[in-house]
């Protein structure tokens, strides 16, 4: 299964602490993307990053890839009560028949104010 | 509208009955995908579609689930027969064609589905 899974499953931290999450994927990937879900909503994206690209950075995200290792981290800095979520990693493969995008278990996140 | 849209919102239903969820896609997004999210727990993969390529229906658990897209537009995914295992959140998302964009995935809110 290409699966990703992800750790820690659940995360607590303070307000203003940084957050780090890590994702672990098994086949061949063309991107991988992050995407936030608030309880009882759908998902919504946040950054992606391409199979060869090390490192990107979106305002408070840093998202590293590390292909030879099929992992990558998204790092949340001077976190906000407001971050609380879960997080999930999503790989889309390369090659292949199909495109479809598969998600990782997810790491819940709960910033204490 | 502008996003994903899901109904029903809720679905309570009786096992062995059949339901039918839909999801009306963005506009020009030739990708759809359904994936089912059980309580606490991450995605699975449903069933794909793009385009008029044939969907890639490797994520449907079981025989009793089948789904259908009318061209680019609206998707209905259909379980017979439920069963209490059924009981989730069904969440549909859309994008551009693969290699017409990022690739990113907009989701609709779901369709929580309740057996009794």
């Known amino acids: 299964s290409q699966q990703g899974e992800e750790d820690p499953q659940a995360l607590s931290i303070q307000e203003g602490e940084n957050a780090t999450m890590n994702c672990s994927y098994k086949?061949?990937?063309?991107?991988l993307q992050w995407y936030r879900q608030n309880s009882g909503r759908g998902l919504v994206h946040l950054i992606l990053?391409?199979?060869?690209?090390r490192e990107k950075h979106s305002g408070r995200l840093r998202v590293t890839l590390d292909t030879s290792k099929k992992s990558s981290s998204l790092l949340i800095t001077a976190s906000r009560a407001a971050d609380t979520a879960s997080y999930f990693c999503a790989t889309r493969g390369s090659g292949g028949a199909t495109n479809k995008l598969i998600f990782g278990t997810g790491t819940l996140l709960a910033v204490q104010p | 509208g502008a996003g994903v849209s899901q109904s029903p919102s809720n679905k309570v239903t009786e096992k062995g009955k059949d339901v039918e969820l839909r999801c009306d896609p963005i506009s020009g997004h030739t990708a759809l995908y359904w994936y089912r999210q059980r309580l606490g727990q991450g995605l699975e993969f449903l069933i794909y579609?793009?385009?008029?390529?044939?969907p890639d229906k490797s994520g449907l658990p079981s025989d009793r689930f089948s789904a259908e897209r009318t061209g680019e537009s609206v998707s209905t995914l259909t379980i017979q027969r439920t069963q209490q295992e059924d009981s989730a959140v069904y969440l549909c998302?859309?994008?551009?064609?693969w290699g017409s964009g990022t690739g990113e995935l907009f989701f609709g809110e779901g369709s929580r589905l309740t057996v009794l």
């Open positions: 579609f793009q385009g008029n390529s044939a």
């Open positions: 998302a859309s994008s551009l064609g």
């Open positions: 086949t061949s990937i063309n991107n």
């Open positions: 990053i391409r199979s060869n690209e």
